[in-house]
């Protein structure tokens, strides 16, 4: 157990519609980064915060945007979704934004777009 | 072109084999360089961290970077079944806008038969 959680588990929504990802990192770390996992395109980082802000952004669409909140859990919203959404997404946390810091996974939430 | 190119197998070996992992990288500006295991329907566990090129040993796992070939490698000696996973290179540059991102392989599956 990496001590980082994730919920829920498993999501399964319409396209066109919108969820909320929420991500709790591990006791004490204070940034938190958002990836995706999907068959063809493997583990992409989307978007990583630290203490509150914004400090890196990858291949992130317009659609999608997360927050850190000030007790330091995640959420990453996605919204108008598409087939193509359907994917595994991680959260990460790791003690500081520094990039030396070893990043440690939680179990990830499955979306399903029908 | 993929930044990290990484067979994805699958990879079938007998119990007590010698597995050889690799990854190739374009980015010259990689400096971190990870390994994770991912268990089926988990999150990503880190196993190996090294910092720029050299070799390092965890237990039956050993880490080796070579920066001048763009190349790294995982070795597992007297592979077990519970060793079963899909196994991800990961690599970090040493920060500028990027901060923590981790750029991934896609991943290679290993069965370990007993």
């Known amino acids: 157990d990496s001590g980082v959680t994730q919920t829920p588990k498993h999501l399964i929504t319409a396209t066109g519609q919108r969820v909320t990802l929420r991500c709790s990192p591990r006791s004490g770390d204070l940034s938190v980064y958002w990836y995706q996992q999907s068959l063809d395109q493997g583990l992409q980082f989307l978007i990583q915060?630290?203490?509150?802000?914004?400090?890196a952004k990858g291949n992130i669409l317009e659609r999608f945007s997360a927050q850190q909140f000030p007790d330091l859990h995640s959420e990453l919203n996605l919204s108008s979704l598409e087939l193509g959404d359907s994917a595994l997404y991680f959260c990460a946390s790791s003690g500081s934004a520094g990039t030396g810091e070893t990043q440690y996974f939680g179990p990830g939430t499955r979306l399903l777009v029908l | 072109q993929k930044e990290v190119e990484q067979d994805p197998g699958p990879l079938s070996v007998p119990e007590g084999a010698i597995v050889s992992l690799n990854c190739t990288y374009s980015n010259s500006a990689f400096q971190y360089f990870m390994w994770y295991r991912q268990y089926s329907r988990k999150g990503p566990e880190l196993l190996m961290y090294t910092y720029s090129s050299g070799n390092k040993e965890d237990g039956r796992f050993t880490a080796q970077v070579d920066k001048s070939s763009k190349y790294i490698s995982l070795f597992i000696r007297d592979s077990q079944p519970s060793d079963s996973a899909t196994y991800l290179c990961?690599?970090?540059?040493?920060?500028?806008?990027?901060?923590?991102?981790?750029?991934f392989g896609q991943g290679t599956i290993l069965t370990v038969h007993p």
């Open positions: 915060y630290y203490n509150g802000e914004e400090r």
């Open positions: 990961a690599m970090r540059d040493a920060g500028g806008t990027s901060y923590g991102k981790l750029t």
